[in-house]
């Protein structure tokens, strides 16, 4: 099964990072990385800019609407995402546990809907 | 029907449910697959064993007839439309899986990986329950809501919430690998307690306990100790259990009224189990150093079981064990129980002056039980106006009636 593992913070805590903060942070998603990569699970992943680059797009009647910023105001925002292949939840758990932002933020584990 | 088929059926649909839905589930990947299948198979053993008589091993024939079920239904929805194949993920090695499945060879017992699937904490913990009583324990749906005092929709609700999650998210139906098994484990006994402690001191209905919940809680947990001989918790956990059931004949009166331990009438007491589960706490105290949370409060359960009267029972040696428990797993709850054993070593003053502590903390403030203790060191000091007050505070925030009645006649 292919889950997405999605990684919620505190974004304000991320507004202006030190070059240590930057290159630690780089050098923990690289380890991640590369750890599932040779695991043969990471199916992919990105990091997303702030959510002050966001723009929300509904459709109501036919007519667009569009928004500045996501619809919800939450403490944690998604910061980026990993997709990866495991037989269990159990297996999903244990990669997502690893995810750096585990630690101070919260990752949430999300199975893929397949369709034939 | 038959009585004995009639008999033998309803005694292989129950105790055999949970060996074989584990079994089938796991194969099918699918609990609902597995349950519907097992449900075929006693259709059919309803209209077969009366007329050809019950065949030698009744559990093999219902399996392997519900394999057979399974595979039907399976190939049935291979010829529907695409989209319904996609919902009801049928792959082809299901059917594979399912062939070594036969009706002569011994049944392996797979419960331990469909408890840990039920208890896993990616359910919600209300679900847990249900679900173990339902899929391990084998009680039919009705039971389970009377068990567990809930409206039959909400439970019906609750177990098909889980299992699709089981399903859809990929729950295992196993046992977690060694490292993983600690903290998975925790979360099994804690569902099995809380059945047992459900039926210890009913939260609701007329009756201080109901043993036939109690009684599935024992049963659950000594088939986890059979399963897993090694997990001193496990043992810890049933030894816990026994103990607390060897008391249950005493721990009310004719009238359904609680009777303090202290007053009990002790020859009440099933002498047998109470060896039963004093050999487990040795065995659960042997096996891990230092002694668990469960381990711990089967042995305080053993001390107070073998005490030949109440006067005689080892305070002492209680307080020294609260100690290691508060040590374990620090909590206000367990440092009253503490404080009660103090009084009884050291004095009223003393108890008093520990419990006034822990009250201080306020964790406890809506805990009936803390105002019980307090009312009656209290009472111990002379001060009756003050335990008055403190009995009628307990009795306001208990929610079980036996003990609210209690409570009510000493405020």
């Not at chain 1, 159990?90 to 584990?109: C, K, L, Q, T």
């Not at chain 2, 050809?52 to 239904?73: H, K, S, Y």
């Not at chain 2, 004719?254 to 040795?282: E, K, M, N, Y």
């Not at chain 2, 053993?302 to 374990?328: C, F, G, M, N």
């Amino acid at each position: 099964m292919r889950y997405l593992l999605l990684i919620y913070g505190d974004e304000t805590l991320w507004t202006d990072p030190t070059p240590e903060q930057m290159a630690a942070e780089m050098a923990a998603h690289q380890a991640f990385s590369d750890a599932t990569t040779a695991e043969g699970i990471l199916r992919g992943g990105e990091a997303l800019q702030p959510t002050t680059t966001a723009t929300t797009v509904r459709v109501r009647d036919g007519e667009l609407m569009l928004t500045d910023g996501p619809f919800a105001e939450t403490r944690e925002q998604l910061g980026g995402f990993y997709l990866v292949e495991c037989d269990t939840l159990d297996e999903a758990v244990a990669a997502a546990r690893r995810i750096p932002e585990a630690a101070v933020g919260s990752v949430e584990v999300r199975p893929v809907m397949e369709f034939d | 029907m038959t009585g004995t088929a009639q008999a033998t059926l309803a005694r292989v649909a129950r105790e055999g449910r949970g060996r074989a839905v584990a079994i089938l589930s796991r194969r099918l990947g699918d609990i609902d697959r597995a349950e519907d299948a097992l449900q075929d198979a006693l259709a059919a053993a309803a209209e077969r064993w009366p007329r050809d008589g019950v065949p030698a091993n009744p559990e093999a024939w219902i399996l392997a007839t519900a394999r057979n079920r399974a595979i039907d239904r399976i190939r049935r929805e291979r010829t529907r439309t695409a989209s319904e194949r996609a919902r009801a993920r049928v792959t082809p090695d299901v059917e594979e899986a399912l062939d070594d499945i036969d009706d002569h060879a011994p049944i392996p017992d797979e419960r331990l990986g469909l408890i840990f699937a039920c208890c896993h904490p990616a359910l919600s913990p209300e679900a847990r329950v249900p679900l173990t009583l339902r899929l391990v324990a084998g009680m039919e749906q009705p039971e389970v809501a009377r068990a567990l005092l809930l409206p039959e929709a909400t439970v019906a609700q609750r177990l098909v919430r889980a299992k699709r999650k089981i399903r859809d998210a990929g729950i295992p139906i196993a046992e977690p690998s060694a490292e993983r098994l600690p903290e998975r484990l925790d979360a099994v006994l804690t569902v099995v307690y809380l059945i047992y402690t459900e039926g210890h001191t009913a939260t609701g209905g007329d009756a201080l306990r109901r043993d036939d919940v109690a009684g599935e809680a024992l049963r659950l947990g000594g088939v986890l100790h059979a399963l897993m001989p090694d997990e001193a918790e496990v043992a810890g956990l049933l030894a816990l259990m026994t103990l607390h059931h060897a008391r249950r004949a005493a721990r009310t009166d004719d009238a359904g009224g609680l009777v303090l331990l202290a007053d009990q009438d002790r020859s009440l007491w099933d002498r047998d189990a109470i060896a039963a589960g004093g050999d487990l706490v040795a065995r659960a105290l042997r096996m891990a150093r230092p002694a668990g949370p469960y381990a711990l409060q089967a042995a305080i359960a053993a001390v107070h079981a073998e005490a030949p009267s109440a006067a005689e029972t080892d305070w002492a040696q209680i307080v020294l064990l609260y100690d290691a428990l508060l040590r374990r797993r620090p909590s206000p709850v367990v440092a009253l129980n503490r404080a009660v054993a103090v009084a009884e070593v050291a004095g009223p003053r003393a108890g008093l002056d520990a419990v006034e502590e822990i009250a201080r903390g306020g964790a406890l403030a809506r805990y009936a039980p803390l105002h019980a203790a307090r009312a009656d060191l209290l009472r111990r000091l002379g001060d009756d106006a003050a335990a008055r007050a403190a009995y009628a505070a307990a009795a306001a925030l208990t929610t079980n009636p036996a003990e609210r009645a209690f409570l009510a006649a000493r405020a």
